[in-house]
């Protein structure tokens, strides 16, 4: 499975950006997918998730301002984030095949490569 990222970049805060994320898994369908970013000198974190049935959970830093969905027979994922703000700015990578452990995710076996968003003030 290769998952391909993009659609990062630099804006102004309170802007929006649409990162994509086009996977060549035939299991995209069946699988939860995840956006996780990662800051300089920070722990990557996950930032939005969808179940195979469409089921979404968010960072509670985001909550409000992006929105996950995803596109089966385009086998492709999105993020939609709108107010950005500076502390948003990160590599924001998608991963597929997440594992849910009760109410936490656990990432999966297959990354995309990164996509910058920076966030300017």
């Known amino acids: 499975v290769q998952l391909q990222a993009c659609g990062g970049g630099l804006v102004q805060a309170g802007g929006s950006l649409r990162l994509s994320c086009a996977s060549s898994?035939?299991?995209?369908?069946?699988?939860?997918i995840g956006w996780y970013r990662q800051a300089p000198g920070k722990q990557r974190e996950l930032v939005a998730v969808?179940?195979?049935?469409?089921?979404?959970n968010y960072a509670d830093s985001v909550k409000g301002r992006f929105t996950i969905s995803r596109d089966n027979a385009k086998k492709t994922a999105y993020l939609q984030m709108n107010s950005l703000k500076p502390e948003d700015t990160a590599v924001y990578y998608c991963?597929?095949?997440?594992?849910?452990?009760?109410?936490?995710?656990?990432?999966?076996?297959?990354w995309g490569q990164g996509t910058q968003v920076t966030v300017s003030s």
């Open positions: 991963n597929q095949d997440l594992r849910r452990y009760g109410t936490d995710w656990s990432w999966g076996d297959y």
């Open positions: 898994g035939s299991t995209f369908s069946i699988n939860a």
């Open positions: 969808i179940s195979a049935g469409g089921i979404t």
